[in-house]
């Protein structure tokens, strides 16, 4: 038998790898489906690639790469009748996993049982190994890497030199000023600029100014560097970092990134108490158990929503089969169960991921743990590289949701996406209150946000009586009174979002100046499936995300026709689609060119007169807007003429508008994926253009257009055209509730998410692994509506 197994072994030797650091080796699930070593067949895990595969998958595997050779694992339940064992594993059973190994081109195991040896103990109990009676020293050696290798999924430690960051010298004697200074969660610019990206705040004085200036274009103009420079106040923390976790930090006198013991407390100095809050209390973990119904501690305040919206107290019926299926949760997973429970229940994605499964798996690549259509239920990928949805932290299911629509549309591999259902078309009524002149502008959405007027709730009287009382109890250290829901009618909701709304910032190009400026926004087109979301959160002072304890009775039809669009009225006048008229410098009424920008752009060796244009062109938005107008402009003949005289911005217009510039421009991050392959960077930026920002393909269009789009002498380059209109459906505005998530908890930081769906004329909820028939549905709590159009519209 031994001499077989040699025989058999030996042609296959060279295919099998030991696992080196850095591979991933997939030991607990298959790569196509939920198959793990306690499944009936067991997985089989490719001793070369280190793939996982149930047995219905491993031979599309073989017949894709021709390894043969799998480690075949299987974990089963047996009784322990040792005492040691059994005082290691408990009282219970305990798992068992066999090894062999599998030949697929034989169709046969290479080896059988030759004796169960408890080789090792693991938390889950005691590991028995079936071996071969041959001793393949190699074979040996990749089994113990690949059962000791890490899981693939589990988050990598840092790199040593990520440990290398030294507490600062200057935090534990900061001196903080008492200038009254309040950080807001949102707005920032910076005080000496316009700059609103790579803000750092000043943690002595509270300043908020922008970094410095990269060579990729990126940064700001240097001017908290600048304030370092002026005051000596040596620390400052970069704002969109700052998280539960903690913040980046540097310091401009230590020339360094550097760690900040006590940043809360400096943070908390200027209203920022985010990280305050976590050392006060852990977010909630309700997730796990959420038909506990707990009722003490800080649950008491959001006992009734947690027990309205999982229907507690009630026998609700279990429902079983396909469609009914619960989502384990993996621990704070809630928002993402939810989110998909309620996209698969939409035919064009039950289509285009179910219906379409053996094609996904026939075509996928050779890792398809690494393939979007194949992984699509798999947080591991979808959350890959978002520093939120990778982690294990609860997570806003409306940005997850965004999120997840962002990256179906970004692998579509065809010109429609299943996500194009939910895009729409939004028509921006822009008006110069001044003038009097209009704009109208259409932008894609996938979202209609709903605002809570609470002062408009019909209970008003109640709730003004309950924070009398509630003030009272503070006062006097007394129990707070019963809470009391604010009950907010949808049609105010409704009233609200179609309220004008004030512009900050407004440019009127009718006046050439700064002026006030109000919006309004309609539906231009009427998407297959709208998504509304009630807007329950938002942040506090603190830096919190709060949740307002309302209720909106949200209807089961809605019509919306009223809110379509009209476009350009008769009588109104357009404000001029054009940028600041041209005027030379000398001029003494010219206008203000951030001369810091311009220097910036010419310190890398451009034009000096194309960097002004470039700054005056995109508005004095700052050096990076200038530095994308140079790149998409640096191929025209006069990209590097002085800017000309004209008296009137109609006698010579500029290059381009403002607002088409920046529609044109695909994201940076594409083109630099697209130009790292070795293809010109203006070939990168019209592959994208033709294939709206699809990167895969963007690369396909580039094989088969290697030299661009033919062009005639009279053509505009390709960042002149206009951008490729984005994919929407339309109909009529009239639709029906078939689906809705719902939040518990204080904010997004906590709490848990569960959804009700309409399936078969009945409503189910849908509860992590739990489905049941609901009862009483509660509609007037949920957090994200889902409306499909009318059939009969």
């Not at 592959?687 to 062009?711: C, K, M, S, Y």
């Amino acid at each position: 038998m031994a001499m077989d197994l040699g025989e058999l072994m030996v042609p296959y030797m060279p295919t099998i790898r030991v696992p080196r650091t850095g591979d991933r080796v997939f030991k607990s699930e298959c790569a196509f489906s939920y198959d793990t070593p306690e499944s009936e067949g067991g997985l089989y895990v490719c001793m070369n690639t280190f793939l996982g595969f149930g047995r219905e998958h491993v031979e599309r595997h073989y017949r894709k790469t021709g390894q043969s050779v799998y480690l075949h694992l299987k974990r089963t339940v047996k009784e322990v009748e040792d005492a040691h064992l059994r005082g290691l594993t408990g009282n219970g059973p305990a798992l068992s996993l066999a090894r062999s190994f599998w030949c697929v081109s034989d169709k046969r195991a290479l080896s059988r049982v030759a004796g169960i040896i408890p080789e090792r103990r693991s938390d889950s109990g005691t590991m028995s190994l079936e071996i071969t009676s041959t001793c393949f020293c190699r074979v040996t050696i990749a089994c113990d890497a690949m059962l000791n290798a890490p899981s693939p999924y589990r988050k990598p430690e840092p790199l040593p030199w990520d440990d290398e960051i030294q507490v600062s010298k200057h935090s534990r004697g900061l001196l903080q000023q008492d200038s009254g200074v309040r950080i807001p969660p949102s707005g920032w610019k910076c005080s000496r600029c316009e700059m609103r990206e790579n803000l750092w705040l000043n943690l002595t004085d509270g300043a908020v100014l922008c970094g410095k200036w990269f060579f990729d274009g990126t940064g700001g103009n240097g001017h908290a560097l600048e304030h370092y420079r002026e005051t000596g106040f040596p620390l400052a923390v970069k704002l969109d970092t700052i998280t539960p976790d903690g913040a980046d930090v540097y310091s401009f006198d230590e020339e360094e990134a550097v760690v900040d013991p006590r940043l809360a407390d400096h943070l908390a100095h200027f209203g920022i108490d985010v990280l305050q809050k976590k050392k006060k209390h852990a977010p909630l973990r309700l997730s796990a158990q959420p038909e506990s119904g707990r009722t003490g501690g800080e649950l008491q305040p959001h006992l009734s929503e947690w027990e309205l919206v999982q229907e507690s107290g009630r026998k609700l019926k279990a429902v079983y089969g396909s469609g009914y299926t619960g989502i384990k949760n993996l621990g704070n997973s809630s928002y993402l169960g939810a989110t998909m429970q309620v996209l698969f229940s939409i035919p064009e994605f039950q289509r285009a991921y179910v219906g379409n499964l053996q094609r996904i798996f026939d075509y996928s690549p050779l890792d398809p743990t690494r393939d979007f259509h194949t992984q699509m239920m798999f947080k591991a990928l979808i959350g890959a590289e978002h520093p939120e949805f990778s982690s294990n932290r609860q997570q806003d299911a409306l940005q997850f949701l965004r999120h997840l629509v962002s990256i179906v549309e970004r692998n579509s591999a065809s010109p429609e996406s299943p996500a194009d259902v939910f895009r729409f078309l939004v028509e921006e009524r822009t008006q110069c209150c001044q003038s009097g002149k209009v704009r109208y502008a259409q932008r894609p959405d996938h979202i209609m946000q709903l605002p809570v007027p609470v002062e408009a709730a019909t209970n008003r009287e109640e709730l003004l009586e309950y924070e009398v009382r509630k003030r009272e109890a503070e006062e006097n250290r007394m129990p707070p009174p019963p809470p009391v829901r604010a009950r907010v009618p949808f049609t105010v909701c409704l009233q609200a979002f179609t309220e004008p709304e004030n512009v900050p910032d407004f440019w009127s190009s009718a006046l050439q100046a700064k002026s006030a400026g109000i919006k309004t926004s309609r539906f231009a087109t009427f998407p297959d499936y709208l998504v509304v979301q009630i807007k329950k959160f938002s942040f506090g002072v603190d830096w919190i995300p709060k949740k307002l304890d309302v209720s909106v009775e949200m209807p089961d039809f809605l019509d919306l026709s009223r809110l379509r669009g009209t476009g350009l009225q008769a009588g109104e006048e357009v404000l001029p689609d054009l940028a600041p008229p041209i005027i030379t410098p000398e001029d003494p009424i010219a206008p203000e060119i951030d001369e810091s920008s311009v220097m910036q752009l010419a310190e890398m060796g451009f034009p000096l007169e194309a960097c002004r244009k470039a700054v005056y062109y995109t508005g004095n938005m700052g050096a990076e807007m200038a530095f994308s107008w140079i790149l998409a402009h640096m191929e025209e003949p006069d990209f590097a003429e002085p800017l000309a005289v004209s008296g009137s911005a109609q006698d010579n217009p500029p290059t381009r508008t403002l607002a088409s510039f920046l529609a044109s421009q695909p994201p940076e991050e594409s083109v630099a994926i697209v130009t790292s392959m070795g293809f010109p960077r203006q070939l990168a930026i019209q592959a994208l253009q033709a294939t709206n920002n699809n990167l895969e393909r963007a690369l396909d269009w580039i094989f088969t257009h290697p030299d661009g789009a033919v062009e005639s002498e009279h053509s505009a380059p390709p960042a002149e055209r206009d951008p490729p209109a984005p994919r929407v459906k339309d109909g009529p505005g009239r639709y029906e509730l078939f689906a809705f998530i719902s939040h518990m908890g204080p904010s997004t930081m906590s709490g848990h998410y569960v959804c009700h769906i309409k399936k078969e004329g009945r409503w189910v909820i849908y509860n992590d692994h739990k489905v049941c028939l609901s009862e009483k549905p509660p509609k007037n709590l949920g957090y994200i509506y889902f409306y499909q159009r009318l059939s009969h519209s």
